[in-house]
């Protein structure tokens, strides 16, 4: 069975401090992808980035970047000198490659309130 | 740009009333997919469809069905709508093929059952 968990439920930060959004996942498969969503106030996700298993390079976008180990099933997301903009729930997903089976398993989610 | 859109962003329904949840896309995915997302528990997959007429159960089927008779439609049937199942749904595509494609949702629709 597959799993995802974001063990923060909210965070606050205040604006320009940079903060780290905790992923682990588990899985039994050798083959998977892990993915990070944004879900603003307005309610639609917005897809972050992908990440297949067997690509473990680190990945940096602006003031995003994640770090992705499989030694310990994670897959962290961090947000550089925060903005107000930044503030939503982020999410945390796995999927698996099967047979024409594209599912995701998401996390709980982590709200982020970044304040001003 | 991807556009999936949902045909209402809040409903009202009664319980035990028939509801429909319509949701469209414009870029040709194969794959379409009904979530539903509740405060503390993420989002739950509800059923999803590889191709016209196809559909498979995820996580939550029950109390829902689906239908597909169109590539760009795909749309969530609650048969006798209950209050428990008040929530926000959320469509979303995505291609089918060799690899894993990220997945576009849509609005939302937030339901409520009274």
Known sequence: AQKVTQAQTEISVVEKEDVTLDCVYETRDTTYYLFWYKQPPSGELVFLIRRNSFDEQNEISGRYSWNFQKSTSSFNFTITASQVVDSAVYFCALMFSGAGSYQLTFGKGTKLSVIP | ?114
């Not at chain 2, 414009?26 to 059923?47: A, V």
């Not at chain 2, 498979?56 to 006798?80: A, M, Q």
């Not at chain 2, 690899?99 to 937030?110: N, S």
């Open chain 2, 1 to 114: 740009d991807v556009k999936v859109t949902q045909s209402s962003r809040y409903l009202v329904k009664r319980t035990g009333e028939k509801v429909f949840l319509e949701c469209v896309q414009d870029m040709d995915h194969e794959n379409m997919f009904w979530y539903r997302q509740d405060p503390g528990l993420g989002l739950r997959l509800i059923y999803f469809s590889y191709d016209v007429k196809m559909k498979e159960k995820g996580d939550i089927p029950e109390g829902y069905s689906v239908s597909r008779e169109k590539k760009e439609r795909f749309s969530l049937i609650l048969e006798s709508a209950s209050t428990n199942q008040t929530s926000m749904y959320l469509c979303a595509s995505s291609l089918r093929g060799t690899r894993a494609y990220e997945q576009y949702f849509g609005p939302g629709t937030r339901l409520t059952v009274t």
